[in-house]
């Protein structure tokens, strides 16, 4: 598949379904959120999401604060395997860090990531255990003009709490062909 193959909206034309679901992130995102914590801790910024000519992966732009820790990263997603259902997400930070994650669609505008307590190191808690996960449902809104991410922490793998609540407000058009 060529650029020009692509359709306007960003949705690669004949792409196999995995594939064309990336097309429902792509759009320029204000952020804002908080950490669950004791106090909270805020979270702002914007979240750019767009497909790389072809339509096999999908660039995300991280601009945010963190309480007052300014994280910048860039995340590849794409490289779909059809055994787990999930694309790999690839992470690369301000901080030098660079971290991984599963990204699986699930129902229409619901996506599921899961990573390692390396993800998003400004905002894990100071007693993050190595070995723990964290995981989020992301559920784009039927109109494309929300989204939403509810981020859930594990220090064992099996006890689950809550870590991150984010909304996303789109601030440009929705893709043309969504």
Do not use: C
């Not at 981020?151 to 793998?157: A, H, I, K, Q, V």
Request: hydrophobic share 35%; aromatic share 8%.
């Amino acid at each position: 598949m060529t650029p020009a193959d692509s359709m306007p909206g960003g949705r690669p034309q004949g792409a196999d379904p995995p594939l064309s679901r990336l097309g429902e992130l792509v759009g320029h995102w204000r952020s804002e959120g908080y950490l669950v914590d004791d106090p909270s801790v805020r979270v702002v910024g914007t979240d750019t999401y767009e497909l790389l000519a072809g339509g096999f992966f999908l660039v995300h732009h991280v601009d945010v604060v963190v309480g007052t820790k300014p994280v910048r990263a860039i995340e590849i997603i794409g490289d779909y395997d059809a055994d787990s259902g999930s694309f790999a997400a690839t992470a690369y930070d301000n901080d030098g860090n660079i971290t991984g994650m599963r990204a699986r669609p699930g129902e229409p505008g619901v996506w599921t990531f899961v990573g390692g307590s390396d993800v998003a190191s400004a905002a894990q808690p100071d007693d993050a255990a190595p070995e723990g996960l964290v995981r989020s449902t992301l559920t784009v809104a039927a109109d494309r003009r929300r989204m939403t991410a509810r981020w859930e922490r594990s220090d064992d793998g099996a006890t689950w709490q809550p870590w991150m609540d984010m909304t996303f407000t789109r601030t440009g058009s929705e893709p043309a062909d969504a």
